[in-house]
């Protein structure tokens, strides 16, 4: 985080990677298809709740683990998680070396399996959740054809963010090759579509939903295999990000100038303002020394006689004298009198 101590901001380095969050039901295939991705097993994959918290995957120079706020020291933008509590205890980052595809400029965000009924998360889960896709360049739910595509939790954090952010959204269909045959997988397909445009907010035109899988070789399948395209559309997001460095750079820079016109004004004003108060101050102080001088001259006016004054100090010299004290006398007993009765009034 950049703080700017003098202008009192606080600016966060332009991200260098795309973030992409994966969600979905446990077992949906989504710390494999990061392993698929980035070509390295990293993730644990099974069909028991293998990911509980949430995971950044990303590329380094050196294969490294982290954990709690060592994770929120490498991403300083998601240093907000700490306001949810208990997420850091589950909050951890795997760093690898791979150069595979496009992952040096990609950080995947494997989140918890989501499940319902009785199962209780650690953390506030669905907040979570939510505020990280609000985060992500991409938001990716897979939702998995063998008994759990339809899993509330699932469906409500999907809804919420789509009434956020919409156009990060994409839905896959994973593990489409174990969905049987291309009539059960449409049938599937069919009734996850049918859930989603329940919801309000995901009832909209154009819904697609492609079907993805891991490839394997040694267990070929008739499944049309979408997974280019995901990458594809990381690629996408990767190109597209470079304009909204810039974009937010832009912003950065005109919040940078105006906080400085504003300090310049600002300070034009508390210098006027020290001038004035310097002026008063030197006129007080003049006063208060004029005061007791006139003061001090006037009883000696009234102390001594007329022949006195003029015998000391010259008949010239008297008259001005006795007429400066008269006027100044009468216009200080003015000025207080007119305080007097504003201050009455």
């Not at 795309?18 to 298809?33: C, E, L, P």
């Not at 049987?180 to 049938?187: A, C, H, L, N, P």
């Amino acid at each position: 985080m950049i703080v700017l101590c003098v202008l009192g901001i606080r600016l966060l380095p332009p991200r260098k990677k795309i973030i992409v969050m994966i969600m979905g039901n446990h077992s949906a295939g989504k710390s494999s298809f990061i392993n698929w991705y980035v070509e390295e097993h990293i993730q644990k994959t099974g069909v028991a709740i293998e990911t509980q918290g949430f995971t950044f995957i990303t590329s380094g120079r050196k294969r490294e683990s982290l954990t709690g706020n060592a994770t929120l020291h490498l991403y300083p933008h998601f240093r907000p998680l700490l306001e949810f509590k208990g997420v850091t205890d589950y909050l951890s980052a795997e760093i690898s070396t791979s150069k595979q595809k496009k992952f040096s400029l990609v950080t995947f965000v494997d989140t918890p399996g989501l499940v319902d009924g009785d199962m209780i998360y650690p953390f506030d889960v669905n907040s979570a959740i939510t505020w990280l896709g609000e985060q992500a360049d991409l938001i990716f739910v897979f939702f998995d054809p063998m008994g759990q595509a339809l899993c509330k939790r699932t469906l409500n954090i999907v809804e919420k963010l789509s009434q956020k952010c919409a156009d990060k959204l994409l839905f896959y269909l994973s593990k489409a090759d174990e969905a049987g045959k291309e009539t059960d997988r449409q049938r599937v397909m069919m009734q996850i579509v049918q859930e989603l445009c329940r919801r309000p907010g995901l009832n909209k035109c154009g819904f697609e939903m492609p079907t993805i899988y891991i490839p394997n070789p040694q267990k070929p399948s008739r499944c049309v295999n979408q997974i280019d395209g995901v990458c594809q559309t990381i690629e996408k997001t990767i190109n597209q990000a470079v304009q909204k460095t810039l974009n937010q750079l832009e912003k950065d820079s005109d919040l940078i100038c105006s906080t400085i016109s504003s300090r310049l004004e600002q300070d034009r004003a508390d210098v006027a303002c020290n001038k004035s108060i310097r002026l008063h101050s030197f006129l007080c102080g003049a006063l208060g020394v004029f005061l007791p001088l006139l003061f001090i001259l006037s009883f000696i006016v009234s102390t001594l006689s007329k022949e006195q004054l003029e015998e000391l100090l010259g008949e010239g010299a008297t008259r001005t004298i006795t007429i400066f004290t008269v006027s100044a006398l009468n216009e200080y007993q003015f000025h207080n009198i007119s305080l007097i009765t504003s201050l009455v009034t």
